[in-house]
């Protein structure tokens, strides 16, 4: 594909996925808290569970939540589920322009597994898919066991993490676990939550009574949607943070990190009961440290002096085929990031950037394009260390 055309379709669908995720997820959080902030006291009108005042922008609004539903059929009735499907639709078309088009520099790591583009392909397609029919299939099966099932999906979200970053890079395979979560909620409303919401809606307008089943399974699904927001949010934004998918345990860091943001969701989840769990705010800031300090770089120590020459010769041949005003790599239109790296200057404007991205990790270069030898990374580590003062 035409490289500025390509670079074009990312930004429109990056944008659309972003607004309409903000959107999903921004209603999602309205809901939660609308729920667990209803004034439930008594009296309330006939019919009504709890109510709310708010004040926002231009005015006050009253809203009230009905035991069972109103009397009649309310029209017009809004619905909430676009938000989700386009988030997917989304989404899985960014998944296919940035990964899946140049397969070689995005999805695949030579140095992990030496797969053709159609298999890491094949990988993550079936990773995204597979996903949703191993999670169902665990809420059948251990519906009556809520924290079974809880620790059943965790466990095999690890277990995700672990086989993709055997198999692809890391980068891709911190974006697959999250579409593959991603994926898991929006069927949640595709599959379960929106037909529950349609059944009581039938009950509704034939006046008969409702199966409690059909609720409580939409009810235990939105909750597990609930729970899997910080994980998902932050694979989205995961390709900013080398540090993380490029360490050497990266699947252990994503399954941390998802750990920590679980537990501050549960946390602003039960608020409202009163702040009897306030610990977890403290420990999930301790345990973002304990990551910090777990992903932190190695010293480079001994070996011999790298001359600026030896230098700037692996950063010509390595980077600068993309890292240069006009790229040679096919494919690039522009230094990717702005960052050249062509001339001694800029490359030691760049000491420390470099080195996190060739020496503490190996995310750089991009899907090792130009064949950079485990010497010539130990030969940069050492240059980078002997420009400290
Ligand atoms: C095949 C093209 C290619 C080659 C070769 C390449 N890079 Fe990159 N580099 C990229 C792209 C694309 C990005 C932007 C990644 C993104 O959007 O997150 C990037 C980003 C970076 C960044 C910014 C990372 C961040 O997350 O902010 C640094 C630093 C970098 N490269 C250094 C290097 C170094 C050093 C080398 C040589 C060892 C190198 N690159 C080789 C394509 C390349």
């Not at 059909?214 to 900013?240: A, C, D, K, Q, W």
């Not at 270069?365 to 003062?389: F, S, Y």
Request: hydrophobic share 50%.
């Amino acid at each position: 594909m035409d490289a500025h055309l390509h670079e074009w379709l990312n930004l429109l669908l990056r944008w659309i996925h972003f607004i309409v995720g903000v959107a999903w997820i921004g209603a999602s959080f309205y809901f939660n808290w609308l729920e667990n902030n209803l004034d439930r006291r008594p009296p309330q009108e006939d019919g009504i569970a709890g109510n709310l005042w708010a004040v926002h922008g231009g005015g006050f609004y009253h809203l009230k939540k009905f035991s069972t539903g109103p009397d009649t059929l309310p029209s017009p009735l809004h619905w909430f589920k676009w938000e989700a499907y386009t988030t997917w639709l989304s989404g899985f078309s960014l998944l296919v322009v940035v990964y899946y088009v140049n397969a070689r520099a995005w999805l695949i790591d030579p140095a992990v597994m030496a797969l053709e583009p159609w298999q890491g392909i094949a990988v993550g397609v079936g990773a995204v898919l597979g996903s949703w029919f191993v999670y169902d299939a665990l809420c059948r099966a251990l519906r009556a066991r809520p924290v079974a099932l809880a620790l059943a999906v965790f466990a095999w979200f690890a277990l995700l993490a672990f086989v993709l970053a055997n198999l692809l890079s890391g980068r891709a395979a911190y974006i697959h676990v999250g579409a593959a979560i991603g994926t898991v909620m929006v069927a949640n409303v595709f599959f379960v939550i929106i037909p529950a919401q349609k059944e009581m809606v039938a009950a509704l307008a034939e006046r008969r009574a409702l199966d409690p089943a059909t609720g409580e399974n939409g009810l235990l699904r939105s909750r597990h949607n609930n729970y899997l927001t910080l994980p998902v949010l932050f694979t989205m934004i995961s390709s900013h943070f080398p540090s993380t998918y490029g360490n050497a345990h990266g699947w252990l860091v994503l399954v941390l990190l998802s750990v920590t943001g679980v537990a501050v969701r549960h946390y602003f989840n039960v608020r409202h009961r009163g702040n009897r769990l306030a610990w977890i705010l403290p420990l999930a800031f301790l345990a973002m440290v304990g990551i910090m300090i777990m992903t932190a770089p190695k010293p480079v120590t001994g070996g011999a002096r790298v001359s600026d020459a030896e230098m700037l010769s692996i950063m010509t041949s390595r980077c600068a085929t993309c890292h240069a005003a006009n790229p040679g790599q096919a494919g690039f239109t522009a230094p990717p990031k702005g960052i050249e790296l062509d001339t001694l200057d800029k490359i030691r404007a760049q000491r420390d950037a470099i080195n996190q991205v060739t020496v503490v990790t190996h995310t750089m270069p991009i899907g090792n394009l130009t064949g950079m030898l485990p010497e010539e990374r130990d030969t940069v580590g050492r240059w980078i260390q002997a420009q400290k003062p």
